[in-house]
């Protein structure tokens, strides 16, 4: 794949490298040989897949001590794009809410939830009236939405409760 690389000019035997093979005549490497196998993968498809075990640096090093350029480079950019996203997750907060509602009230509040906030979790916390034959259960509904961090350049605004979520929050102080 590329012929500045290092296993390429090997291959090619080329006198400037001299390296030691054992009796098969198998070429002795002294690397790591749990990084290797993401290279030699590159190098019959063209395609990179690194197991979640490995460190992308680990499988940097090899790719540079190989010097396979285009490896490298690829490398290199997804090791910045997990960086970036790191960055971005850490740069947002989740806030969470508990809303208690009756069984009834349940499919209304869930599927008329809006303002960026996103159902969580259900929890069945029984009844804890029952009138006649009529047994209303109770639930806690727990929503959550995202923020940027406070140590992001945000205003008070995006911290105030939306009209919805204020609707929501008198509705279940109600019940």
Known sequence: RDPKSFLYRLC????ELDSDKDETGAYLIDRDPTY????LNYLRHGK???NKDLAEEGVLEEAEFYNIAELVKLV????????????????????YRVL???EDELTQMV???SDGWRFEQLINIG??????NDDHAEFLCVVSREYPSSSSHTTDR?????DRAQLIQQKAARM
């Open 12 to 15: 090619q035997e080329d006198p």
């Open 36 to 39: 290797f196998g993401p290279i």
């Open 48 to 50: 990179l897949v690194i």
């Open 76 to 95: 290199k950019r997804l090791i910045q794009e997990r960086q970036q996203n790191h960055r971005a997750r850490d740069a947002r907060k989740h806030v």
């Open 100 to 102: 208690q509602c009756h």
């Open 111 to 113: 599927s008329t939830m």
């Open 127 to 132: 009844s804890s009236y029952n009138y006649g």
């Open 158 to 162: 995006e911290f105030e409760p939306t």
